[in-house]
């Protein structure tokens, strides 16, 4: 049986698969609503959008900002097969999500458990609840391979 995080986790793998294929760095995102609804997805495309903010995670919180009608998504939770970076944390942030799920770790720019921790550092107006390792290894190994191939 899956369950329901790895059902949305698996979501966000195929778009950063799809990202993958695009020659962008593979992150995939989702924004799931508390009754369970897909509200946003999106993958990374800063060279196809020539956006350096169009990361997945905010990718997906513009759909779902879209898809409600408001900038504000409380008690979302968002999906990302990577450890978000300081950015997409506070786009979070300011989005309101309630609870962020990640994948794996990202050891460089990571800023949950692989950097400062930012959110559980206090600082902000607004408290996000979180878990990783939820499909870690897929995810993991979708990045390892898409940056072995580069090389």
């Known amino acids: ?11 966000a793998l195929d778009l950063a698969a799809h990202a993958a294929a695009e020659g962008e760095v593979p992150v995939g995102a989702v924004v799931v609503s508390a009754e369970g609804e ?3 997805s999106g993958f990374n495309q800063p060279i196809l959008s020539h956006d350096p903010t169009a990361h997945a995670e905010v990718m997906a919180l513009r759909a779902a ?16 097969t990577i450890e978000p970076c300081t950015m997409c ?4 942030v300011h989005a309101r999500i309630a609870h962020l799920v ?8 990571g800023a949950v458990v692989s950097g400062r921790c930012l959110l559980d550092e206090g600082e902000f107006n607004h408290r996000m609840s979180w878990e990783g390792g939820v ?11 898409f940056f072995k191939a580069r090389r």
């Open 1 to 11: 049986m899956i369950l329901p995080h790895e059902h949305w986790m698996q979501q």
């Open 135 to 145: 499909l870690a290894e897929p995810c993991s190994e979708l990045m390892k391979g």
């Open 65 to 80: 900002a879209l898809s409600v009608g408001n900038y504000r998504l409380p008690g979302c939770t968002l999906y990302v």
């Open 102 to 109: 990640f994948g794996a770790p990202e050891p460089r720019f």
């Open 38 to 40: 897909l509200l946003g």
């Open 89 to 92: 944390v506070g786009a979070m």
